[in-house]
């Protein structure tokens, strides 16, 4: 607690630093803001996929060293079908968001995305 007090007492003796302080947090706030806004499908799909990947990773250890082959196979083929879901994510937002080539736009727009 007292070390609470006298940082309070610190930054009220020195304005520029709390200043500076203050407009770091703003910033901060207002590109959390931008990328979650913006970017918030995009950061899913990654997070998503990574995880599914990890799992797959792990799976395949497990199944590994207890010897059983069918967790081998669901522990590959997670880790096989994990990027493959993402890069078609990225493909499908690149088309989304306007990013894509002309041939992209052509080829979703007869899949009906």
């Known amino acids: 607690m007292a070390l609470l007090q006298e940082i309070a007492a610190y930054l ?22 931008y990328v979650l806004s913006h ?3 995009n950061l899913l799909t990654t997070l998503l996929c990574a ?10 250890y497990r199944g590994y060293s207890a010897s059983m082959r069918d967790l081998m196979a669901v522990g590959a083929f ?6 493959i879901i993402y890069q078609q994510g990225l493909k499908v937002a690149r088309v989304a ?3 894509a ?3 992209a736009k052509g080829h979703a727009k007869r899949a009906g995305i």
């Open 39 to 41: 970017h918030l499908g």
């Open 78 to 83: 997670l880790m096989l079908i994990f990027p």
């Open 101 to 103: 080539t002309a041939t």
């Open 12 to 33: 009220l003796d020195h304005p520029v630093i709390l200043g500076c302080i203050g407009v770091f947090v703003l910033l901060a706030v207002v590109g959390a803001w």
């Open 51 to 60: 995880a599914g990947f990890a799992s797959g990773v792990l799976v395949l």
């Open 97 to 99: 968001f306007g990013d």
